[in-house]
């Protein structure tokens, strides 16, 4: 696990009285909790899916996300292509560190029979120090998927996109994971899944641990995307559920509507989820 912390005097003089790699490990995840705890967010990683930004060009959606103070990002492939070229990597990277933008997921992917180009974008995601790979894969893709999720320590996170799509309902994300690999999970778009008819509070407590990335996003009588909390949501409800599941990952803000001047209603969604936090 990455632990990402503020080193304090504190916390550094507590890992030297404990002493030994194990205790020191102990020790940085406490920090890393306790960070968490002290973030207006409550225990999660509040990022953002980069779609929502695809009004601005790389530079532009990361100084945004500075702005809004998103530290994470789920990235899409219009402003982090999947590439292993060295020069293109370093120059990736050197941006989001400047930005202060850790990218820990990226999508969405298709995955197909193919297991050389599967293989590929493995490659992408490990050159970038990608954690999760969203995903739509193919049945024929999953047992291949299974060998590299394991050599690559990378997880799959199914991508349900609503109705008439290949993972539309709850079922079938839980069919296609069940039995698999602990590396092949769900990406759970909320609100793609209220478009279906499910109710995400009961996609997060059914998928569990599997969930490995979220979509916070927000519909209106399955039909109309809105606002996080002027949907059919129960955000406190989702927050909730995450808590239980002691989920970790990038909790990825996916705003559809205003793309060429998002930033306000962006900014209102943020403030949703907040005051959300504040009740779990």
Not at 137 to 163: C, F, M, Q, R, W
Not at 174 to 193: C, N
Not at 228 to 255: C, N, P, S, T, W
Request: proline share 3%.
């Amino acid at each position: 696990m990455i632990v990402e912390e503020t080193l304090t005097r504190r916390s550094l003089l507590r890992r030297a009285a404990l002493g030994g790699a194990g205790l020191v490990a102990a020790s940085l995840l406490a920090d890393s909790a306790e960070a968490q705890r002290d973030s207006p967010y409550g225990p999660f990683r509040m990022g953002i899916q980069s779609y929502s930004l695809r009004g601005y060009d790389l530079d532009g959606a990361l100084a945004h996300s500075k702005k809004l103070g998103l530290r994470y990002w789920e990235a899409y492939s219009a402003h982090v292509p999947l590439t292993t070229d060295p020069a293109k990597v370093a120059e990736l990277l050197g941006k989001l560190k400047d930005a202060d933008v850790r990218l820990r997921a990226h999508g969405v992917s298709g995955f197909g029979a193919d297991q050389a180009k599967n293989r590929a974008v493995f490659d992408a995601a490990k050159a970038l120090n990608i954690r999760t790979l969203t995903a739509d894969p193919t049945a024929d893709s999953l047992d291949g998927l299974e060998k590299l999720v394991d050599e690559y320590n990378i997880n799959i996170a199914i991508h349900n996109h609503g109705p008439g799509s290949r993972y539309d309902k709850l079922q079938q994300v839980v069919d296609a994971v069940k039995g698999r690999h602990k590396r092949i999970g769900a990406s759970a778009d909320l609100g793609h899944f209220l478009r279906s008819g499910e109710n995400p509070v009961n996609v997060i407590e059914t998928l569990g641990e599997r969930v490995y990335s979220v979509h916070l996003k927000d519909v209106k009588d399955r039909t109309k995307f809105t606002i996080l909390g002027q949907g059919d949501m129960d955000l406190v409800g989702v927050l909730k559920a995450l808590k239980a599941i002691k989920f970790r990952e990038v909790m990825a803000l996916e705003y559809e509507e205003n793309p060429k001047d998002p930033i306000s209603d962006i900014e209102a969604c943020l403030a949703a989820v907040r005051a959300a936090a504040q009740k779990i």
